[in-house]
């Protein structure tokens, strides 16, 4: 497995378990800023700003969708 496989598996599995303690109680709003840059590695990118440079408009739309779902959980 490649060490960026790795990476966006492993950010995968913590986004999963951030998902499943939204479940049962309300996330702090470090534990959503945390789940949102979990999303990122997910896609191959080291933070955000990098994400958003790659011009891939679904790309970009489903990752908004999610990142609000995770940060609004948080509210």
């Keep these: 497995m490649s060490p960026q496989t790795s990476d966006s598996f492993s950010a995968f599995a913590s986004l999963n378990r951030y998902f499943a303690l939204i ?8 534990q959503a800023e ?3 840059a979990l ?6 990118a080291k933070s955000e700003e990098e994400l958003l440079q790659r011009g891939d ?3 970009i ?3 908004k969708e ?3 779902k995770i940060l609004n959980a948080a509210m």
């Design 61 to 63: 739309d489903i990752y």
């Design 39 to 44: 999303l990122c590695r997910i896609y191959g």
């Design 34 to 36: 945390d789940a949102a």
């Design 66 to 68: 999610i990142k609000s």
């Design 57 to 59: 408009p679904e790309l």
């Design 23 to 30: 479940e049962t109680s309300k996330p702090t709003k470090q």
